[in-house]
């Protein structure tokens, strides 16, 4: 069955917009994607007919918002093959999550000098700066993978890097700059041999290939609302719940807790644990709805649909001279997000030459300033896909492109 992008297209309305003239090319779903009419009705009919607070009211109100809030956690349980839903901590973003677990279940794990946590050059700065905090409150050591020429995981020191001294490995499944995706299951298996802890940056695989946390084997996810149709302001940490259950709360407040008196507090069992005060009860409904809206497509579906765009779209560029695409060269084992270079021309200016024209690229460091170190560049210029983009807006970022190189020479 053929993917319907074109329907798909029309359930998002800010794609019918126009900038600076020009029909809106959106090509920046890594950093934020879209939201569905699907989505934005949701939340605007939580807010208009069912705000309340949640697990506190007995009223209609606060009834309704606690079910919505929890329908919410159950789909995406079930959306990420979580064994419970109980196993989905709600928190605001990946950052948060990564956080967490660098804060809790480093503090289960009682790390002392001689410890290792083992991450890699590939990570975003939200899988790096915890761990390196981490490491200069305990005295443990942290120790990272490479990247091979062709953007993959350097696993060549696999058994060497993850050893008897490796308390937990937190890596990328998917490269937010790179857009390689990680197999994992080395990873896996060599950290279950020395008895480490495994957790995985979801944010760019969740929303555009199937992800099964228990097939995976690992022991946390995180991922993020904003890049997988929902809204702003909610991301998800997923554990296994016998872990969650050992690990101390990393914020304390109301709803977190069993029984506070003057002189102790006892906590709730995960997830309230770690849901301190009120949380983010729309943005949950919307994230709820951005799962019923994916699922219904399928993220199989979606994941083959951008398999063909990123391969027309590494042809394409790969024609246009002048540009150096990093990262994998052939769409196996990457995702739909391009990082590239164009000789001579910092990423800024190509960046706005580009949005003068209504195509809208990421330009920077990407959170991920050691990939760009690793590949010789201060800064690269990111284009990245999702359910709605098309060969036609692949062919004008080739046309701005060629409009940048003719600019500067």
Request: a negative charge; one cysteine or more; proline letters at 5%.
């Amino acid at each position: 069955m053929t993917f319907d992008v074109a329907r798909v297209r029309a359930d998002f309305p800010i794609l019918e917009r126009e900038v600076n003239g020009h029909p809106l090319v959106y090509l920046d779903s890594a950093n934020t994607s879209q939201k569905p009419r699907q989505v934005l009705e949701a939340m605007r009919e939580h807010n208009e007919r069912h705000n309340g607070n949640v697990s506190r009211s007995v009223h209609t109100l606060g009834t309704e918002a606690t079910t919505a809030y929890e329908e919410a956690r159950a789909k995406i349980a079930a959306f990420i093959n979580a064994g419970t839903p109980d196993e989905i901590v709600f928190v605001k973003n990946s950052t948060e999550a990564l956080n967490l677990i660098a804060h809790s279940a480093g503090q289960m794990l009682a790390l002392k000098p001689g410890d290792e946590i083992v991450i890699s050059e590939m990570e975003h700065h939200s899988n790096i700066v915890p761990w390196q905090l981490l490491c200069e409150r305990t005295g443990a050591t942290l120790r990272w993978f490479g990247i091979t020429d062709d953007g993959r995981l350097d696993l060549a020191h696999l058994a060497e890097l993850v050893n008897e001294r490796t308390k937990l490995v937190s890596v990328v499944h998917m490269s937010n700059t790179l857009g390689t995706i990680n197999d994992v299951s080395q990873i896996v298996a060599r950290a279950r041999e020395v008895g480490a802890l495994v957790a995985l940056d979801c944010s760019q695989s969740v929303p555009h290939l199937p992800v099964d946390v228990r097939g995976l084997g690992v022991d946390f996810i995180a991922f993020t609302g904003h890049k997988m149709l929902g809204p702003t302001g909610i991301g998800v940490l997923w554990g296994r719940f016998e872990l969650l259950a050992k690990m101390p709360p990393f914020l304390g407040g109301g709803s977190m807790i069993e029984t506070v008196t003057m002189a102790r507090t006892t906590y709730a069992a995960p997830p309230a644990r770690f849901e301190a005060g009120t949380p983010p009860i729309a943005e949950a409904i919307g994230l709820g709805a951005a799962v019923d809206y994916l699922s219904a497509l399928g993220m199989e579906a979606i994941h083959q649909h951008e398999q063909d765009i990123t391969a027309y779209a590494l042809k394409t560029l790969s024609d246009v001279p002048g540009v150096r695409i990093f990262g994998p060269a052939t769409p196996e084992g990457r995702g739909g997000t391009l990082s590239f270079a164009v000789d001579g021309v910092h990423p800024h200016d190509v960046g706005q030459i580009l949005d003068a024209i209504g195509v809208e690229v990421r330009v920077g460091h990407h959170c991920a300033k050691p990939t760009c170190a690793r590949f010789g560049v201060p800064a690269m210029t990111r284009a990245s896909f999702y359910l709605y983009t098309t060969t036609d807006e692949i062919d004008a970022l080739a046309r701005g492109l060629d409009q940048v190189r003719k600019v500067f020479g």
